[in-house]
């Protein structure tokens, strides 16, 4: 078992790569009375092309990760999630544009909850009739987000920025691509993507890390996989410039919706320097549209949006992206206003106090983030799966300079890059 140490954080890590492939890593918290721990498979929403190791290239209906994800919850006793409850345990799953997890938190019976989370995600059980039957649950889901303002308006702005790149298709997919997943599909992606080899296990809480990965080596163990294999993502070539400009809706709302942002290039899917890229790009946002800087409480003393105005970043195999807006009076104000302030802020620069000032928040909301084990168990993992470590976050914001911020500015903002979405008051 190998030991990570982190002293400027105050954190140990213990990993080990087991015999199958699965990576495991536990991180004890001493004093703290939740354990909290996922499973998590990189599959996602976009992973609907692909070569399986050693075999020819698959093509499947949109939504079947996610539906995968509803399904791994049914067992031939029951409901999973039940026996989590008897347990005195919390579980849930979510699946994004590239990862699936399964996870759970509890105060007490750990070792228990913990070999029912590893047992269930590794033994699913797949019927016509089961399958049939979560049609319809998810039907009705992906009918309920189309009726949610802030849900069209968001996937709204994706389908306006990518033509290709399948990040642009509702994760649950649609009621079309629903019908027609089949037993036999769930079984091809399962066995494809949930190997133990394309799965990391993590555990954070009060812990004893040589017990748990003791029990986690012997729950393995008793368990034969076939060998694992490289995973080939099938993607289209993706056009630099965006879908469409504006892609507007609407729906019965009190103010109108307006999200936008730039489609870039995404460059490495992985590694430190895809990481170090991403913090830079969050920072610069915060920098120029956080809560404290002057064009938001313009903004905001001018009534032009409210506290829930907000951006992100987001990146991942094939796909890299901002997201800026929210509720507003005026979408072409909004944009306006924001994108004049980004375009200025690329020729002259950001302020060196600025960035100062924000750097240092960046990393106290980072350090914050560590007493919570919730926080930790969902960040950890993404950062794994980008190549990147969780723990060195703070060694890679203190690494960024105002010039670094500046350049990312400039690659970032660009005319023919910009996509609108808005959900203006009317009719369903």
């Not at 009375?33 to 499973?39: H, W």
């Not at 067992?75 to 409850?85: I, K, L, Q």
């Not at 039957?133 to 308006?153: H, S, T």
């Not at 670094?404 to 369903?428: T, Y």
């Amino acid at each position: 078992m190998e030991k990570l140490e982190y002293p400027k954080l105050q954190e140990t890590i213990w990993h080990e790569k087991l015999d199958n492939g699965l990576e495991v890593y536990l991180l004890p918290k001493p004093g703290f009375t939740k354990t909290y721990a996922t499973f998590t498979t990189r599959y996602g929403s976009i992973d609907n092309r692909f070569r399986p190791p050693g075999g020819e290239p698959i093509s499947v209906p949109d939504g079947i990760a996610h539906f995968l994800e509803h399904k791994m919850f049914e067992e031939p006793e029951g409901d999973v999630f039940s026996r989590f409850a008897v347990q005195g345990a919390s579980s849930n799953a979510y699946t994004s544009f590239d990862r699936t997890v399964y996870l759970f938190s509890a105060t007490g019976q750990i070792e228990e909850n913990l070999v029912t989370l590893i047992d269930f995600v590794q033994n699913p059980y797949f019927t016509d009739e089961n399958v049939e039957k979560e049609k319809g649950i998810i039907i009705q889901e992906i009918d309920m987000y189309r009726d949610n303002p802030d849900w069209r308006v968001y996937f709204g702005l994706i389908e306006a920025l990518y033509l290709k790149h399948p990040v642009h298709i509702d994760i649950a997919g649609t009621a079309e691509t629903v019908r027609s997943i089949t037993k036999e599909m769930l079984y091809d992606c399962y066995h494809t993507f949930y190997h133990p080899s394309n799965m990391t296990l993590f555990v954070v809480g009060g812990i004893d890390p040589a017990s748990t990965m003791d029990l986690i080596k012997n729950n393995q163990a008793a368990k034969s996989f076939s060998p694992g294999g490289e995973i080939e993502r099938i993607f289209e070539q993706e056009p630099a410039q965006v879908r469409e400009p504006l892609r507007q809706i609407e729906l019965p709302v009190s103010l109108p919706k307006c999200l936008f942002g730039f489609k870039e290039d995404p460059g490495p899917s992985a590694g430190e320097e895809t990481i170090r890229r991403e913090l830079a790009s969050k920072l610069m946002l915060e920098a120029l549209l956080g809560p404290s800087s002057p064009l938001y409480q313009q903004m905001y003393d001018d009534n032009l949006i409210s506290d829930n105005f907000g951006h992100e970043y987001n990146t991942g195999p094939g796909f890299a992206f901002s997201v800026i807006g929210g509720e507003t009076r005026d979408p072409e104000e909004l944009r306006k206003r924001v994108c004049g302030a980004l375009f200025e802020a690329a020729e002259r620069g950001i302020d060196p106090k600025v960035f100062e000032r924000t750097r240092r928040k960046r990393i106290g909301t980072f350090l914050r983030m560590m007493n919570s084990p919730e926080a930790i168990a969902g960040e950890f993992t993404r950062y794994r799966h980008k190549g990147g470590d969780l723990f060195r976050v703070v060694e890679l914001i203190e690494s960024l300079t105002p010039e670094d911020i500046n350049a990312r500015l400039r690659e970032h903002v660009s005319e023919d890059r910009l996509a609108v979405s808005v959900v203006r008051s009317g009719s369903a």
